[in-house]
């Protein structure tokens, strides 16, 4: 018995559709070459280099910028204090007022050193605790400025410290101002006054802590101000 061949026929128009070389979307896919997939990674490659590079540009340079920015800052703010009393007098030389404020704080620096420098400094300073709102500002100031003063020998800041505050797993750094002993039932305890810092360096708040319970790290003053 002879078997029947079926055949099929697809029509022209299909034909058309199902192969057409100029439709990217229809036509099969085109291995890439291997030219091509070594510029794509030697492009990879550079960009990757070129922003590494970028970045340590950046990292190197901005902390030299804003130095920078502030000096400068500072001496144009230093300046601003005599250079008004110069431009009256005609002279127009930049930094003239910032030289004189320099020997202006050293003149200071030598009369309040001195018996009737440091009278008047004391009767000025009784008038400004007297002061409701200046006064926190100017303690806390002066506490810093004390601390890292070359003529006392007692500091305000006896020792750097760090505390677990505001809660238990969180610690702040701070700096310890005096130590006081607590007599209770169940004997004498020793806490020390800590000074935290909060939004900056001369406002903050005081906490009593367990002299056991504070952390000192091996830090001078002057490291643990530098921190802050």
Partial sequence: MAEEKESTSIPLS???????????AKSPPRPSSPTTSTRKACCAVLQSWVSRKFMTGCVVLFPVAVTFFITWWFIQFVDGFFSPLYAKLGIDIFGLGFLTSLVFIFLVGIFVSSWVGSTIFWVGEWFIKKMPFVRHIYSASKQVSTAISPDQNTTAFKEVAIIRHPRIGEYAFGFITSTVVLQTDKGDEELCSVYVPTNHLYIGDIFLVNSEEIIRPSLSIREGIGTK
Wanted: glycine fraction near 0%; charge should be negative; proline fraction near 18%.
């Fill in 14 to 24: 299909q034909a058309a559709e199902a192969v057409d070389p100029e439709d990217p």
